[in-house]
């Protein structure tokens, strides 16, 4: 186990987002449905936000706000319109090469092909990364005895549980020991004892000096764990702040709601 | 560089470890196999085979004396009935029918000295075996008479029937059966690489790695031309294996019938034809979101492939230009060679233009695979 990271200590930006725009062509349909004059929609409006070395940022926002967006422009899947990203000083524009070797992430979306076992998409992912055999088999040994896949290595991913093929999608996402970790949504849909499982990891990555960027619905999650949050709503970058002072006299539910109504004006 | 293998190593091994895909990769060849041999064993050679006893029925009008010894006719293989020229009429009819094999009508005072004006009108019906092969026989015959130089004229009728010509042109969809076979094993594997990993999500997976968009792209290009190819020599040696049966008596030994230029013309088109598909099917595959929507969009594009086979059938293309429309080229060239007319130019410039045109398709290809919009479907 790595040494505990002290965050005040190492304050040090891992991940800087400048003015991110995104937009989007509307289908004929979705332009009736968004009664768009425009037919564009602005997923992503001017974001700017940080995350330092060695702390967990909460990403919170309802539906459509704009935050998977984010996280598929920081993770180089799409381009940013407007403004740029850098990943441990890698611009997502300018060098996404070198930007996604220094990236893990995690969501729904990317899974890994479940016709494989868990070995075989280890180590095709590790040679991906260009991660070194001696590596691979270190970590590999880490990652699997951590979320108990050893006994399962060799099973077919389409075999087994929603959990453990979780935990699967967790391994290979950090197979090259990436320095900046996207979760999107990490905890959705599994058990109570895999969703601890996932939280406790994310702790422990947390304290060996990761960088997590942690995009989510549920709210005690983030109070939990997060130790900054951005709060997203059409886009933009509606609150940010230090969980624990946020939270001083309000919890975030109650924080998020009155900010949710400020800015939409009761409607909705 | 090394990733781009790793891509088709994993590729390969997607394939070879999945029985169903496995299956879609060789059944065609099999199938061409299964296909021609019953065409070849239970059709064409029930057409084509003619029993060492049979007798040929030959009528003859105005026969000059001696002209079966001339032609080499004097023997128990031939029955030969001379006819009055008021029987002319039924004896065609009999041929139509098939209950005759050959009428010769020679004309008034023929020699084989020839003259002006002289001539020999030949009636037979393809649609039966020993009709065709006494007119093959009589044909070489003639032609052997007349080898310094043209003496007479021949004027052959064939006199088969509409019905009975069907069985006839099943001989000839031969290119459009190979090129389905290929196209149903391209499109068997192609989407599922392509638009199937888009669905499953598996396909951005490897897309927030540092490998290069276009490394991914040629992994797949070239894993997937590996499989076609393999499939295409599947289907090529299902084709080479069944042509013994397919050719029957006709073809003499079998296998002899095509010399081994023939069988290199036609492996280099089927590979050649291969690669395109599977080009063309892999650009589809991409603009597709899932592997359902790749098969709706293929679809088509089989209907076509059955199109441009079925063409072949009606003549034209012989001229090389022809050799340059995609598909039709194939088909053309097949036909060529199965017909034994292939033409060495023609063939070049179907596997030319058809390389020319997967490596232009591979390029857009790579194109694509770094569209956002092509890659994540919004």
């Not at chain 1, 000083?89 to 092909?113: C, M, N």
């Not at chain 1, 130790?227 to 975030?252: A, C, F, P, Q, W």
């Amino acid at each position: 186990m790595d040494e505990v990271f002290d965050l005040e200590e190492n304050a040090e930006n891992v991940l800087v987002a400048r003015d991110l725009k995104k937009t989007f062509k509307l289908s004929r349909k979705q332009k009736k449905l968004e009664k768009s004059v425009t037919g564009l929609k602005t997923a992503v409006d001017g974001l700017s936000f940080a995350a330092r070395r060695g702390e967990i940022y909460g990403l919170l926002g309802p539906n459509g706000a704009g935050k998977t967006t984010t996280l598929r422009m920081l993770a180089t899947l799409i381009k940013p319109d407007e403004g740029d990203a850098e990943v441990n000083g890698y611009s997502v524009l300018k060098e996404p090469d070198k930007a996604r070797s220094k990236l893990g992430f995690l969501t729904s979306e990317l899974k890994p092909d479940e016709f494989f076992t868990p070995n075989y998409m280890f180590d095709f992912f590790s040679a991906l990364h260009g991660v070194s055999e001696a590596d691979r088999e270190k970590r590999k040994l880490d990652l699997f005895t951590r979320f108990g896949i050893g006994e399962f290595a060799e099973t077919k991913i389409a075999d087994l549980s929603t959990g453990m093929k979780q935990k699967v999608s967790i391994a290979i996402s950090l197979v090259h020991d990436p320095e900046f970790i996207i979760f999107d949504e990490p905890t959705n849909g599994l058990d109570v004892l895999t969703a601890k499982a996932v939280t406790d990891f994310l702790l422990e990555l947390k304290q060996r000096g990761k960088t997590i960027l942690l995009s989510t619905h549920i709210f005690s999650l983030v109070e939990k764990i997060c130790d900054r949050v951005g709060v997203i709503i059409d886009g933009k970058m509606s609150l940010e702040g230090n969980v624990k002072e946020l939270t001083k006299e309000k919890n975030l539910e109650e924080v998020f709601f009155d900010l949710y109504a400020a800015r939409k004006g009761g409607k909705e | 560089m090394k990733s781009f293998w790793t891509i088709v190593k994993k590729e390969l091994s997607r394939f070879f470890h999945d029985k169903r895909l496995l299956m879609a990769l060789f059944l065609p060849g099999i199938l061409i196999y299964a296909v021609y041999s019953l065409i070849g064993g239970g059709l064409i050679d029930s057409l084509t085979a003619v029993d060492e006893d049979y007798s040929y029925k030959l009528y003859t009008l105005n026969a000059p004396a001696g002209f079966a010894e001339e032609l080499g006719l004097d023997d128990e293989r031939w029955k030969i009935v001379e006819i009055e020229a008021d029987e002319a009429e039924k004896i065609k009819t009999k041929i139509e029918e098939q209950e005759a094999d050959l009428y010769l009508e020679f004309t008034p005072a023929f020699e084989f000295s020839g003259g002006e004006g002289t001539g020999i009108a030949v009636y037979y019906n393809t649609a039966k075996t020993e009709s065709s092969a006494a007119y093959g026989l009589i044909g070489a015959l003639i032609s052997a008479k007349q080898f310094d130089s043209p003496k007479f004229t021949t004027l052959p009728f064939d006199l088969v029937k509409d019905e009975d010509m069907t069985a006839m042109l099943f001989s000839s969809i031969g290119p459009m059966l190979v090129l389905v076979f290929l196209f149903s094993g391209c499109a068997s594997i192609a989407p599922e690489s392509i638009a199937g990993e888009k669905e499953r999500g598996t396909f951005a997976t490897m897309l927030v790695t540092p490998v290069k968009r276009s490394y991914i792209a040629l992994g797949k290009i070239v894993s997937l031309s590996i499989l076609s190819v393999l499939s295409g020599f599947c289907s090529f040696l299902g084709l080479t294996l069944s042509l013994p049966k397919l050719m029957g008596d006709l073809g003499g030994s079998g296998l002899s019938a095509y010399g081994f230029g023939d069988y290199m013309m036609l492996l280099g088109v089927v590979i050649s034809s291969v690669l395109l598909i599977v080009a063309i099917i892999s650009v589809v595959s991409t603009l597709a979101n899932s592997v359902k929507e790749a098969t709706s969009m293929v679809g088509p594009l089989t209907l076509v492939v059955v199109v441009m086979g079925v063409a072949t059938m009606f003549g034209g293309g012989g001229e090389w230009y022809w050799h340059l429309i995609p598909i039709y080229n194939s088909a053309l060239a097949m036909s060529d060679v199965f017909s034994l007319s292939g033409s060495a130019l023609n063939v070049l410039v179907t596997i030319g233009a058809n390389l020319l045109y997967a490596t232009g398709l591979s390029l857009l290809l790579a194109k694509m695979f770094d569209s956002e919009k092509i890659v994540s479907g919004s």
